[in-house]
């Protein structure tokens, strides 16, 4: 077990050093650069119109351009800053972002809670409805019950979920109809002058909609997986001897298929826990103004700004790596028959 996880371990350094080197090449081709829209930005000037600063490009000269290349460091060569950007990320230094003017590391902490609030709200609600629903389901399989509810469950896989946004806020959010639930952040102005269970209520208050077209696409999977992992217990040869010997549907159920059809489900947890802190929805979280880490990431890469869009990937990929091999671990934590790199007895 320890030399699989050793193995894992420094295949991680090959991959991350694969995916930095790629995204660092494709980023020194893509035109319009953080210099150039710098520069853009300081021309049109704070009112749309020609700046003082540049009027127009009439003072941007060479000068000027190479001061703004040697300020960010573009004035190395290409391989110099791909090894400087390697050696700091080695050290976990992210670099510090070219459009705030901050480090990577605070900006990604200052958009967390956002990714969190959602992140984690998304994963028990997504859980705690689909495994019961899909259970329900699978031992009611080809009854009303389960065409119906598989009919809504795919239903809501195929609403986008900024569309169902759009729908909630024409008729929830003072669109059109009823203003029932506020439009923007997560708390409201005062949130600091409320007592605690109005902090409590004005939270979810917030979250409601937002959270709706979160989750709604997720229920198919998980309740689908469920479902035929179940199905597909209960048609084992031990389910039969065990109702042969006279066991109850409960017991057979809950004793002997819960913990085998699991296994697929509590493996992939680390793996859609991490997923859904970092794989918010951009569209969403612009529809109801929440400043997470999708609207960060959408920023900086329509923006250039290269610190973060590097230093967010290393972080994400190590973060995938790593949850990859939790997930694998976890077979054997779940299913002791699971060996890595031996024959199991």
């Known amino acids: 077990m320890l030399s699989y996880i050793l193995k894992r371990l420094l295949l991680m350094v090959p991959t991350l050093l694969g995916v930095l080197t790629v995204t660092f090449i494709v980023v020194q081709f893509v035109p319009g650069g953080p210099i150039e829209q710098l520069m853009a930005e300081a021309r049109m000037g704070p009112g749309g119109g ?12 060479a000068k000027q351009l190479a001061e703004l290349k040697k300020l ?13 950007m390697l050696s700091n990320f080695a050290r976990f230094d992210l670099g510090r972002s070219f459009l705030h003017n901050k480090d990577v590391w605070q900006l990604i902490k200052e958009k967390l809670p956002v ?24 031992v009611r399989e080809g009854s009303r019950f389960d065409v119906a509810t598989t009919l809504l469950v795919l239903i809501g896989f195929a609403i986008p979920g900024f569309v169902l946004g759009v729908f909630l806020i024409v008729l929830f959010a003072g669109g059109s109809f009823w203003e029932l639930f506020p439009l923007r952040g997560l708390t409201s102005d005062n949130w600091e002058q409320l007592s605690w269970p109005a902090r409590i209520a004005d939270y979810f208050w917030h979250l409601t909609l937002p959270m709706i ?8 999977t998980v309740t689908l997986l469920t479902k035929n992992t179940f199905i597909e217990e209960l048609r084992k040869q031990y389910v039969l001897v065990a109702r042969a010997k006279g066991l109850s549907q409960d017991r057979v159920l809950w004793k002997h298929v819960f913990r085998n059809a699991l296994i697929p489900l509590v493996t992939g947890f680390p793996a859609a826990f991490v997923f859904a802190f970092f794989g918010g929805s951009l569209l969403i979280e612009t529809l109801f103004s929440l400043d997470g880490l999708g609207l960060l990431s959408y920023e900086s890469i329509v923006r250039r700004d290269y610190p973060v869009v590097l230093g967010s990937l290393f972080l994400f990929t190590l973060i995938g790596l790593v949850v990859k091999l939790v997930s694998d671990l976890l077979y054997v934590v779940v299913d002791r028959r699971v060996q890595f790199g031996s024959v199991a007895k």
């Open 72 to 84: 960010y460091g573009f004035d190395k060569p290409v391989e110099v800053r791909y090894v400087e």
């Open 115 to 138: 990714s969190i609030s959602l992140g984690l709200w998304a994963f028990l609600l997504t859980y705690l409805i689909s495994i019961p629903l899909g259970i329900a389901k699978a």
């Open 213 to 220: 077209c979160y989750v709604i696409g997720g229920f198919a």
């Open 50 to 61: 020609e700046g003082s600063a540049y009027k127009a490009g009439r003072d941007s000269d």
